[in-house]
């Protein structure tokens, strides 16, 4: 069983921070990693905004909970994006959110099964449909710069033709994401954590480079401090152990 998903998850997760006017208070409580409070305090209300902050609080919770995500979670938490778009089919952190959960489901999936699901091709969609509405979204170009690398550790040079993934186009989605948001550290958590999953000595120099620049930034969530524990903790692996320690130990983090 493999046991990685085919595009990264907790970037989008950890970035989608809109303060809504209609679940502000929800929207602080998973700011400050309270993610049951922020789930209670959306859940009276039933706009796009609450439907999408509820599968967003849903997430970060598996995220930050160190272990494997559970399929009853991940399912709550696509019903929850679902029923944001049900209201309003082009809204932009629905559409991530259930990006993120799709990429979540395919995680215990052999190859075989995560490509007959069907779900990396929709994932992909999503992001690009908020890219083309919002250019200027970097959570969905950093969403799309791993998803290019996932699939070409994933399904190799033959698969990544077949997916259309293309390591050129992640560089470029990255260095734009960057470049829109230099101090977001989950996004260069997760790009340091793609690439030392895909190719940890090729990449060595930046991969080091990059979360140490995650661990310089000043934390804006919770969950932007837990991945910076993650980023310290696989950044120790990067110094001390070989390439395919480093590899398998990327390959299990999230």
């Given amino acids: 069983m493999i046991r990685s998903s085919l595009i990264l998850a907790a970037l989008v997760v950890s970035g989608a921070l809109s303060a809504f006017a209609d679940v502000a208070s929800a929207n602080a409580a998973f700011r400050a990693g309270d993610y049951d ?7 009276g209300e039933r706009s796009a905004d609450a439907h999408a902050l509820r599968a967003r609080a849903m997430l970060a919770k598996v995220m930050c909970s160190g272990r494997e995500p559970e399929l009853a979670s991940l399912k709550d938490a696509l019903a929850a994006a679902e029923a944001a778009l049900k209201l309003d089919a ?27 699901s069907g779900y990396g091709p929709k994932a992909r969609a999503l992001a690009e449909a908020v890219l083309a509405d919002d250019p200027a979204n970097h959570y969905a170009l950093g969403f799309l710069a791993v998803w290019h690398v996932e699939v070409h550790r994933r399904g190799g040079s033959l ?20 470049r829109l948001a230099p ?21 060595h120099g930046e991969i080091e480079a990059e979360l140490e620049a995650a661990l310089a930034i000043d934390p804006a969530t919770e969950l932007d ?11 120790e692996v990067v110094k001390t152990q070989k390439t395919r320690d480093v590899e398998k130990t990327a390959q299990g983090m999230l």
């Fill in 90 to 116: 082009d809204h932009g952190e629905g559409r991530l959110q259930k990006a993120i959960t799709l990429s979540l489901l395919t995680r215990p999936m052999s190859l075989g099964d995560a490509r007959d």
């Fill in 225 to 235: 401090r837990v991945m910076q524990v993650r980023a310290a903790a696989l950044l």
């Fill in 37 to 43: 409070l922020a789930l209670s305090e959306a859940a």
């Fill in 159 to 178: 698969g990544a033709a077949v997916m259309g993934a293309s390591l050129k186009t992640a560089r470029k989605n990255y260095a734009e994401a960057v």
């Fill in 183 to 203: 101090e977001d550290a989950g996004l260069r958590w997760q790009w340091a954590r793609a690439l030392a999953a895909f190719d940890a000595e090729k990449y």
